[in-house]
Each structure stands twice: as C-alpha cells, then as structure tokens.
C-alpha cells in the first residue's frame, strides 16, 4: 500500500478534497467556482460550458446535462487551482467600486470601440457571401440586434445602475444603511440586467452556431476570415463580462441589498 505521506502533493490534496468535499463541491454552481477562482474558466472553456449567463447550473446537473465525468472535472478544477494566481484575477477580492470601474474601462470601452466595426463587417459579407453562405445574413442580422441592445445596456448600467451601486456600497461602509430609492432602484436593475445578459447570451451562441464554431470556409475573402476572428473575440470578452457582472457583482449587489 502507498502511504499518504508518499503521494505527490497535488495528489493528496485531490484526496482529501473527494474524501469531505466532493458532494459539496459538485452542487457548486459553475458560476461560483470561476467567482471564487477565475483560473477554473479554462476548464469550464475547454469542455464548452457556459459560466457567465449559464452560470448558475450546478456542477453536477452540467456533467449530467453534457455527459462529463465529474471526477475528471474535479480533478482539471484542483489542478487549475496549483497554477498561479496573477492578483489581476482575483477579482472577487475587489472593492465594488474598482470592480465597476474594471467593467466599465476594459470591457465597456472593448464594447464601445468595436460593436459598429463587427456589425459592419458582418453586414459587407453578407452582402459579399450571403448567395453561398445564407447563414452569414442571418449572423449580420442577429450582430445588429447584440450592437443596438448592448449599447443601451452600457447606458443604463453606467448612468444608472453602477452609479445607485457606489452610493449604496459607500453607505455601508460608513456603517449607514443604503437609502431606500437606491435599494429599490438596484433590486430591479439586477432583474432586468439578468435578463438582458440571458438575451445576449443566446444571441452570441446562435451565432456560433449558424458559424460553425467560426469555420471558416475554402472560397471567402479576408474580410470573411477578420469577421468571424472578431466574433470570436467579442464572444471570449462578453464571456469574462458577463462572468464578473453575473457571478461577482450582482452577487455583491445583492448583498447590499440584504444590508438594507
């Protein structure tokens, strides 16, 4: 018999995690693991599960659901966990309002600066394409909806919702109670703000779809090829957005609201 104390390290801490913790671990919801963790989203990646707006399925209805041995999930979580953290990731750790202004300067200004040129190239190779690849018009067509949404998404949370978030975070840490206008104001941003994020979600994933995984096909010119490249880029960045909107913040939101 191996004795323990023989075991590489890694291996004994797997141990002792499925010895106590892996039910516990398994009704974990995918949200909360990459919220805990950001370095656990490379697995969750790798196998094609959503953990910004499907976040909150369990670990274990997600194996189910995807056919995954959840043992071997475990395990490819716990060695993510060994590699090293950057304290860049850890964004869980971060006051409130550096954690909006994160949102707003890398995210919202990704947004910002590139939803007009990606629905303008989808709209120019279905122009271009659309006679051999119809399902480019129906991509330019469901781009044009995320551009025009997203953009009253990114007013709404800086004008309203970020803002109500600051006055009620710096009431707390005052040891004062959030003003009752903010409270109300925040419940119900958080409802809507879910729902515009499921909406985006599925959009973005229809879209990866009707592409293919972005495939790009043999007969298509290099406008096709920078398309469906900056697709896939808005897709990994809505992916981290949505991730530390959904599973951090409006955690953290909620909270304030439990204060109150």
């Known amino acids: 018999m191996i004795k323990r104390d023989h075991l ?5 801490r797997f141990i002792r995690m499925t010895e106590f913790n892996k039910t516990k671990e398994a009704s974990k919801t995918i949200g909360e693991f990459v919220a805990e963790d950001y370095r656990t989203a490379e697995v969750f990646a790798k196998y094609g599960v959503d953990f910004c707006c499907g976040g909150q399925a369990t670990l274990a209805a997600t194996c189910q659901e995807k056919a995954l041995d959840p043992d071997k999930i475990l395990q490819e979580i716990e060695a993510a ?4 953290l950057q304290r860049s990731e850890n964004y869980a750790a971060w006051p409130l309002p550096f954690l909006i202004d994160y949102i707003v300067n890398t995210h ?4 910002k600066e590139n939803d007009e040129q990606i629905a303008a190239y989808a709209r120019k190779i279905a122009e271009v394409h659309g006679a051999h690849h119809p399902e480019v018009i129906e991509i330019a067509r469901i781009f044009e909806k995320i551009a025009s949404d997203m953009a009253a998404h990114l ?3 800086e004008e309203v919702f970020f803002p109500a978030i600051k006055r009620a975070d710096a ?3 005052s040891g004062q109670n959030p003003v009752a206008k903010d409270s109300v ?9 879910h729902q515009d994020h499921q909406q985006i979600g599925d959009a ?3 879209i990866r779809h009707l592409a293919g995984d972005y495939a790009v096909p043999a007969d298509v010119c290099n406008t096709f090829v920078v398309t469906y490249r900056k697709l896939k880029e808005f897709e990994d960045d809505l992916h981290k957005h949505v991730h530390l909107e959904n599973n951090i913040l409006f955690s953290k939101a909620e909270q304030l ?3 109150a």
């Open 8 to 12: 590489p390290k890694d291996t004994g």
């Open 81 to 84: 966990r060994t590699e090293p």
């Open 108 to 111: 919202h200004v990704y947004l």
């Open 155 to 157: 007013v709404e949370e």
């Open 171 to 173: 009431a707390v840490r």
């Open 185 to 193: 104001l925040i419940k119900s941003e958080l409802d809507k703000l």
């Open 204 to 206: 973005i994933h229809r």
């Open 257 to 259: 609201q439990l204060v």
